[in-house]
Structure formats: C-alpha cells, structure tokens
C-alpha cells in the first residue's frame, strides 16, 4: 500500500466506474433506471462512505494491516457490485 491518498483514489476510480457502468446499461437497455439498477447504485455509494470513513479512522494501531483489510474489502465489494450488474 503506497499511501493514504492512493487508497482513497482507488476506491474513488472503483465505485465511480461500477456507478458509471450502471448508467451505460440503462442507456444502452432501456433508457430509465430500474429498481435493481438504483440499488446497484445506491450500495455502491453506501460502499464509498463505509470504505471512506475507515481510511479517515484515526485510532489504529496497525495501519498497514488496516489499510491492507480496506483494500480487500473494496476488492470483494467492488467484485459483489459487478457481478450484480452482469445479471441485469
């Protein structure tokens, strides 16, 4: 893990682009938002906010280790969000 910022930025760049795919098949389908697509959407911002607010936590002892289960985390969610989205 090379730092902080880095961290942010990837689960920034991961949520945006599952948002964004979310879009891209509503446009390319049928145009308006569906219930599962706007609860893709909504668990993904619900995601940010979680993953975002555990990189901000000030009282770790271990960062590296913390950082490190962060990044997991946003792995298997981010992997979780996809997959519902290939079943739309």
Not at 17 to 30: G, S
Not at 67 to 75: G, Q, R, S, V, Y
Not at 78 to 88: D, M, P, S, V, Y
């Amino acid at each position: 893990m090379a730092n902080k910022r880095d961290l942010k930025k990837d689960i920034n760049f991961v949520l945006g682009d599952i948002i964004e795919a979310v879009y891209i098949w509503e446009i390319a389908n049928n145009k308006k938002p569906t219930k599962e697509s706007e609860a893709i959407i909504n668990d993904a911002i619900e995601t940010f906010d979680e993953l975002i607010a555990r990189v901000n936590a000030r009282d770790i002892e271990d960062n590296k280790a913390h950082f490190k289960a962060i990044n997991n985390d946003l792995e298997t969610k981010g992997r979780a969000l996809i997959e519902r989205i290939n079943k739309l």
